[in-house]
Each structure stands twice: as C-alpha cells, then as structure tokens.
C-alpha cells in the first residue's frame, strides 16, 4: 500500500508552517471532532428539531463506526518520516480519515434534507478545509480523507433517503426497546477500538433516549436560554464526572456516553417538561 506512505503533500504543506497556522488548522481540525458534533446536536435536539437532529445522528454516528470497523480492517500506519511535524497523537489507524468522514456526512445530509443549496457549498468548503487541517498536521495521507469524504457523502446520501420513507405503522413499544438493545449489544460487541465504543454508546443513548421521548409524549419545543445553558453545564459537569472515575474497561467508557446523550435526549427534557408543568401548576389559582 505504497500509495498512503507518500509524504510529500504533507511536507510541502508544512513547509510555510508557523505557530499561527498551527492554531487556524487545529481550530478546522475542531469541525470534524466529537464536541463540535454533540455540541450542534443537542443545540438542535433542544430547539425543537428531534427528528432532524436524531437523523443526523444517527447519520454521523453510523458512519462513524463504520470508519472505525474500516480502520481496524486495513490498520493502515499514521504518516511518519523525516521533517514530517506531528501536531496531534490520533488514537486509531489512518485510513479513512474520520473527520473528513463525518464532516461530510453531517453537511451533505444536512443539505440533502433541507434542499439548501448553500448547505452543499458550505459542506464542499468546510469538507475541504477539515481535510486540508489533517493533512497539514501530519495525521493523514491524501488518501485517507479523499476515501473519508467520499464515504462520507455516500452515508449523506443514502440516510437522507431512508429518513424520508414514510412510516406507516408504529412500532410497538417493547418490541423498539427489544430492537435497540439487541442493535446496542451487536454494536457494543463488534467494536474495535475504544473510539467505536464511544461511538456505540453514543449511537444507543441517543436512540433509547428519542424513543422514550416519543413513547412518553414529551413536547417538542424549544428550551429557553436559562434552561439550555443549565442542560450544557449539566451536561458538562456529567462528562468530566465520568472521564475523572478511573475505571478503564470499554463497558464503562460505553455506559458513560450511553449516559450523555440518554440524559440530553430524554433526561434532561423529561425533567424540564415535568418542572415546567409544576410551576404552571402551582400558578394557577
């Protein structure tokens, strides 16, 4: 696989590299991470958009895992050589490049869903200058983020038409509660690397929590300031909880972001709704 141990793209970009530089790419780098997607996600999930936002969910976090079963299937080396600047220490393989991945499925499903033309040339753009930010730190080859992309569209693509299938029929309570299980405990299983359990945990937390939602009648609305910035600091406080108990078996690293997004998808509506109706409650006279 001679084709992805070619450095001199990588070298030539770095070439005119300065501390200032450094920091714009890293801050690219930040699109295609997975704070900058929880952080869009829960934004929307909160504003009234359930659906759009599971959806693109589901859209990123499957095409997600399946970067990460790719990466463990080829277990291509990170780019190495002599003058190569290393500005970050990736966990995984490199190929495909998962943020070129996801940046891409995130965008153009986005665009595919909403019709927006300006949402594809915005996804082009911001897939290009996430792809450029990994080569320029020296964690990828051309290779790596040219496939992550192109995947990553097909995902776009292909999710933004299964989403707009019609459903008729409901399916029965128990037996959606039997299905994700049965998906969380498949996905928990195969995953390869610790990133694919954050992934599956995540992916599982987010559909449990979506279906409660809906099965508990829980209104779709949008959350005011106050409330929403009480749910990130929450939401905060609960991630750094979890990474600060020093326990490192891929079971806990599941459950803590199963936890996450259960709490942001029905936890935390479900406790707002119920103090909202409370205060209307006790208004009344």
């Given at each position: 696989m001679v084709g992805f141990r070619n450095l001199d793209l990588l070298l030539a970009?770095?070439?005119?590299?300065?501390?200032?530089?450094?920091?714009?790419?890293r801050g690219l780098s930040f699109l295609g991470?997975?704070?900058?997607?929880?952080?869009?996600l829960v934004f929307l999930y909160w504003s009234g958009k359930r659906k759009l936002a599971i959806s693109l969910a589901c859209t990123v976090l499957v095409s997600l895992y399946v970067s990460f079963l790719l990466k463990d299937l080829f277990q291509v080396p990170r780019p190495s050589g002599?003058?190569?600047?290393?500005?970050?220490?990736?966990e995984d393989f490199s190929?495909?490049?998962g943020h070129a991945q996801s940046t891409a499925a995130f965008w153009f499903f986005l665009a595919f869903s909403?019709?927006?033309?300006?949402?594809?040339?915005?996804?082009?753009v911001l897939v290009a200058l996430v792809?450029?930010?990994r080569l320029y730190l020296g964690v990828h080859y051309l290779e790596d983020v040219l496939f992550g992309a192109l995947l990553g569209f097909g995902f776009a693509l292909g999710f933004s038409?299964?989403?707009?299938?019609?459903?008729?029929?409901?399916?029965?309570?128990p037996l959606a509660l039997a299905f994700l299980g049965s998906g969380s405990v498949v996905l928990f299983s195969g995953a390869p690397s610790p990133l694919a359990v954050k992934t599956a945990g995540s992916l599982s937390g987010a559909l449990f929590g979506y279906t409660l939602a809906l099965w508990s009648g829980l209104e779709e609305k949008r959350v005011p300031l106050a409330t929403f910035l009480l749910g990130v600091g929450t939401l905060v406080l609960c991630y750094l909880g979890g990474k600060a108990v020093p326990v490192e078996h891929k079971l806990w690293l599941w459950g803590r972001y199963f936890a996450l997004t259960l709490y942001a998808t029905f936890l935390f509506p479900l406790c707002i709704s119920r103090y909202g109706a409370?205060?209307?409650t006790e208004s009344l006279p």
């Open positions: 970009l770095q070439r005119g590299g300065t501390p200032f530089l450094d920091s714009v790419m991470s997975e704070f900058f997607y929880f952080a869009v002599v003058g190569l600047r290393i500005l970050e220490t990736p190929f495909p490049s909403l019709g927006k033309t300006p949402l594809f040339i915005l996804g082009g792809a450029l930010s038409r299964v989403f707009r299938i019609p459903v008729r029929r409901s399916i029965p309570f409370r205060r209307h």
